[in-house]
């Protein structure tokens, strides 16, 4: 007997390439209302913003505990915020609803 295949099941392949073709470059005050919602969450530099996405739309906790722990995610802080509205940068983002994920353009 054949297995099922799901025709509409995504595989993480597939996932991963979607949150690839939706993280762009933006500018940070372009992102001001997500951070005043309390829904813009920072990615430390040397992890990998893609991941940290894919794992949360995953509803891996153990993956985002992990990364909470070491600080490496966490909301972006005012201080962080404030830098970045004053100095214009850029960030990458993509969005996994209801978040944005943020990571400073080294």
């Keep these: 007997m054949t297995e099922f295949v799901n025709p509409f099941e995504e595989t993480e392949e597939v996932a991963r390439a979607k949150l690839v073709a939706e993280t762009a470059k933006i500018e940070w005050q372009a992102l001001q209302r997500?951070?005043?919602?309390?829904k813009a969450i920072a990615v430390a530099s040397g992890h990998?913003?893609?991941?940290?996405?894919?794992a949360v739309s995953c509803d891996d906790a153990n993956a985002l505990k992990n990364w909470v722990?070491?600080?490496?995610v966490s909301p972006v802080s005012d201080e962080q915020a404030r830098g970045w509205f004053e100095s214009e940068a850029s960030v990458w983002a993509v969005?996994?609803?209801?978040?944005?994920?943020?990571?400073?353009?080294?």
């Design 34 to 38: 997500f951070f005043a919602a309390g």
């Design 48 to 54: 990998d913003l893609v991941d940290v996405a894919y």
């Design 69 to 72: 722990d070491v600080s490496a």
């Design 95 to 106: 969005v996994v609803r209801p978040w944005v994920f943020v990571q400073a353009i080294d």
